[in-house]
């Protein structure tokens, strides 16, 4: 179980994850671990980067990470990920994986997802 300590948990699931186009977002901040969602979601391939939306009816669990953010880092998230623009809009999610007692938030896809192809539980 991870502890509470100064931050904000984010579950992400795309390019922000190590080794993807906008890692970077990430720097300075705090990789906790390879995380698992709860059977609820659905991802999309939306071109060149994914959109998660909550699917309680025939979801599944999405691979991702788990990092700890502090305000500037979300603050940045918020921007690159483009909630302003009502993009994605930011949310609590469900974790499987690991078991943590505070909230965790993620970056869901606010547009249509009508004619987009279902990607899986992992992006590439």
């Not at 990789?31 to 939306?53: D, K, R």
């Not at 309680?56 to 483009?82: K, M, N, P």
Request: proline share 4%; glycine share 8%; hydrophobic share 40%.
């Amino acid at each position: 179980m991870l502890t509470n300590e100064p931050g904000i948990l984010i579950f992400v699931y795309g390019t922000l994850k190590r080794g993807y186009c906008r890692a970077h977002n990430l720097q300075g901040q705090t990789f906790l671990s390879t995380a698992e969602t709860t059977a609820e979601y659905t991802m999309y391939h939306c071109g060149t980067y994914p959109g998660l939306v909550i699917n309680q009816v025939d979801g599944i669990s999405i691979h991702g990470e788990l990092w700890r953010v502090d305000s500037r880092a979300l603050e940045l998230l918020d921007e690159v990920e483009g909630v302003a623009e009502n993009l994605y809009r930011r949310g609590p999610i469900q974790l499987l994986q690991p078991v943590v007692s505070e909230m965790v938030q993620a970056y869901f896809y606010q547009r249509s997802v009508n004619d987009l192809p279902v990607i899986g539980d992992n992006w590439f």
